[in-house]
C-alpha cells in the first residue's frame, strides 16, 4: 500500500466526519417527498441508466 | 385591488431574481468550465505526476469547504471559484493524460465529456421545465453520498474492480439527483448566491466526467 492511498483514505475519511452533521441535520429537516416526488427523480434516472448503457456500446 | 399589485409586483420580482441568480450561475459555471479545461490541458502539457490529482482534489476541496463559505458574498468569491476550479482541471491533466495513452483512449474521453455535457443539461432542462421541488432529496441524497464515501474508503483496501465500476455507476445516480435539487433550489429561491450554487453545480459536473471516464474506460478495455 502506497503513501497515495493512505491520504486518499485518511482524506475520505476526513470528508465523512465532516459532512456527517450536515447530512443528520438534512434528514431530520428534508421535507417528506410523495411517492409520485420519487417517481419524478427515478424516471430521469432510469434514463441516465440507458444513456450510459448506450455510451458502453459506443466505446 | 392595491393588494393584487403588490402580489404580483413582488412575485415578479421574485422571480427576476431567480432568473438572475440562474443567469449569472450559469454564466459563472461555463466560464469556470472553460477556465478548467483549460488548466488541465496545460498540465497535460506539463506531464504532471499522479499525485497531481490527490493533491488538487484535497486542496480543492478544502478551500471549497472553509474559505469559499467566508467570501461568498464579495467579489473575492468569484475568483476563489477560479481557483478551485482551475486547482480541479490542473488535477485532472495526469488523469486525463493516463487515458489518452490507451489505444482507445481519446475515444474514451471524448465519450465522457460529451456523455456529462448530456446529463447535465438533460437533467437541468428536466428541473427548469418541470419546476418541481426536489428538496425531499437533499437527506437521501447526503446519506447515499456518505455511503458511497465509505465504500470508497473500503475499495481502496480491497481493490475491487467490480466494486470500483459499482461506486462510480452509484456516484453519477447521486451526482444526478444533486443536479436536479440544486437547480431546484435557485428555482425556488433556496439558494440565492451564485457563487455558492455555481461551485456546487461544478463539483457534481466533475464528479459525473471522473465516475463516466472509469466506467468507460474499465468497459472499453478488452484486457
Given at each position: 500500500m502506497d503513501w497515495m492511498e493512505i491520504v486518499s483514505a485518511f482524506a475520505l475519511v476526513m470528508l465523512i466526519v465532516i459532512l456527517f452533521p450536515a447530512t443528520r441535520d438534512m434528514m431530520r429537516n428534508s421535507p417528506k417527498g410523495t411517492s409520485s416526488d420519487w417517481l419524478s427523480f427515478v424516471i430521469p434516472l432510469i434514463v441516465i441508466v440507458v444513456f450510459i448503457m448506450f455510451l458502453i456500446k459506443l466505446v | 385591488m392595491n393588494q393584487n399589485y403588490s402580489t404580483v409586483a413582488r412575485r415578479s420580482s421574485s422571480a427576476l431574481a431567480t432568473n438572475k441568480v440562474l443567469r449569472n450561475t450559469y454564466m459563472l459555471l461555463s466560464l469556470t468550465l472553460l477556465f478548467s479545461g483549460l488548466t488541465a490541458a496545460i498540465s497535460?502539457?506539463?506531464?504532471?505526476?499522479?499525485?497531481?490529482?490527490?493533491?488538487?482534489?484535497?486542496?480543492?476541496?478544502?478551500?471549497?469547504?472553509?474559505?469559499?463559505?467566508?467570501?461568498?458574498?464579495?467579489?473575492?468569491?468569484?475568483?476563489i471559484v477560479f481557483l478551485i476550479t482551475g486547482?480541479?482541471?490542473?488535477?485532472?491533466?495526469?488523469?486525463?493524460?493516463?487515458?489518452?495513452?490507451?489505444?482507445?483512449?481519446?475515444?474514451?474521453?471524448?465519450?465522457?465529456?460529451?456523455?456529462?455535457?448530456?446529463?447535465?443539461?438533460?437533467?437541468?432542462?428536466?428541473?427548469?421545465?418541470?419546476?418541481?421541488?426536489?428538496?425531499?432529496?437533499?437527506?437521501?441524497?447526503?446519506?447515499?453520498?456518505?455511503?458511497?464515501?465509505?465504500?470508497?474508503?473500503?475499495?481502496?483496501?480491497?481493490?475491487?474492480?467490480?466494486?470500483?465500476l459499482m461506486i462510480s455507476a452509484v456516484v453519477i445516480m447521486i451526482m444526478s439527483g444533486f443536479i436536479l435539487y440544486d437547480t431546484s433550489r435557485i428555482?425556488?429561491?433556496?439558494?440565492?448566491?451564485?457563487?455558492?450554487?455555481?461551485?456546487?453545480?461544478?463539483?457534481?459536473?466533475?464528479?459525473?466526467?471522473?465516475?463516466?471516464?472509469?466506467?468507460?474506460?474499465?468497459?472499453?478495455?478488452?484486457?
Open positions: - | 497535460m502539457f506539463m506531464n504532471m505526476p499522479p499525485m497531481t490529482y490527490l493533491i488538487s482534489v484535497i486542496g480543492g476541496m478544502v478551500i471549497a469547504m472553509f474559505v469559499l463559505p467566508r467570501f461568498a458574498n464579495s467579489t473575492a468569491g468569484i475568483g486547482m480541479l482541471g490542473f488535477g485532472l491533466g495526469p488523469i486525463l493524460s493516463m487515458y489518452a495513452s490507451l489505444p482507445n483512449g481519446s475515444n474514451i474521453i471524448t465519450l465522457s465529456l460529451g456523455g456529462t455535457g448530456v446529463i447535465f443539461m438533460g437533467l437541468s432542462a428536466y428541473a427548469l421545465t418541470t419546476r418541481k421541488d426536489f428538496s425531499f432529496l437533499g437527506g437521501f441524497l447526503m446519506v447515499g453520498f456518505l455511503l458511497v464515501l465509505l465504500a470508497a474508503v473500503a475499495n481502496i483496501f480491497l481493490a475491487i474492480p467490480a466494486m470500483s428555482i425556488h429561491g433556496g439558494e440565492t448566491n451564485y457563487v455558492l450554487a455555481t461551485i456546487g453545480l461544478y463539483m457534481t459536473i466533475f464528479n459525473i466526467f471522473i465516475s463516466l471516464l472509469q466506467i468507460l474506460g474499465i468497459m472499453g478495455n478488452d484486457d
